[in-house]
């Protein structure tokens, strides 16, 4: 039997004590939590990658200012990194929950498992799909990447069908971040219709920016990226597919 992790043990590398972005439409805090088991070519953030590197943050820095901060934000959002990594991922929720916030999770589907577990305790999720699955390894660089991004992608779909009506509803969206050597027009249509085929009615399509990303960039170089980034408009998306898709 795996070992029950506790809050304090998270490996934090930072948090934004207000965030209007990491949660639509709400006022948050975000958790930034180290490592992440893919290594995708475009990531903004490296230097979360690395799981064995030290945060500057203790969970008791974080419990600190969520009790400071009850009554003016609306939510959590734990991010990374990929938060489903660490396992005391679960304790924090429910700590952060027990102060009266709601919980956001961002996430690429690393482990499926793990959300699994986490999702009871989740009112919102960012669920990043990367790619068609056949390139899915092209972007992450790790095996079997797919097989874990689409299946947690059914798990949420299917934990917001049984929390439907309930007083504990499960919302979501799907997010693709838009780089020419990740998806090319044409698969970024296929990709939405196989979005929506799967159940998914909100999708956020993400502009690739070169700031905080790997320099040099591989594959293409940051001039090209920009400009496949600069020219997308929901006229190249399949929008009557989904409620809300939005372009950023």
């Known amino acids: ?18 965030s209007t972005v990491d949660w639509p439409d709400m006022l948050a805090a975000t958790v930034f939590l180290q ?8 990531c903004h953030n490296p230097a979360l990658i690395d799981p064995r590197a030290q945060g500057g943050v203790t969970w008791s820095d974080v419990t600190d200012l969520l009790c400071d901060r009850i009554g003016l934000l609306d939510a959590v959002v734990f991010s990374g990194g990929e938060p489903t990594l660490q396992r005391a991922l679960i304790p924090a929720m429910e700590f952060a929950r027990t102060l009266g916030f709601q919980v956001g999770l961002h996430t690429g589907g690393a482990y499926p498992g793990l959300l699994a577990q986490a999702l009871p305790h989740v009112d919102w999720v960012g669920l990043d799909i990367k790619a068609l699955p056949e ?36 919302d ?44 040099p960039l591989p594959r293409v170089d940051a001039v090209t990226a920009d400009a496949a980034a600069s020219h997308l408009t929901l006229d190249d998306l399949p929008v009557e597919r989904f409620a809300s898709l939005v372009v950023r």
């Open 172 to 215: 979501f969206e799907v997010r693709t971040t838009v780089h020419p050597a990740a998806i090319d027009d044409a698969g970024l249509r296929e990709l939405g219709c196989r979005l929506a085929d799967a159940g998914v009615d909100c999708w956020a399509v993400q502009r690739f920016r070169e700031t905080g990303a790997r320099s």
């Open 35 to 42: 490592g992440c088991p893919w290594n995708c070519f475009y």
């Open 1 to 18: 039997m795996a070992r029950i992790a506790a809050a304090h043990e998270l490996n934090i590398a930072g948090v934004t004590p207000f």
């Open 135 to 170: 390139a899915y390894d092209v972007v992450t660089g790790r095996p079997r990447s797919a097989e874990n991004a689409w299946r947690s992608l059914e798990l949420v779909l299917g934990n917001r069908l049984l929390r439907a009506g309930t007083d504990h509803p499960l």
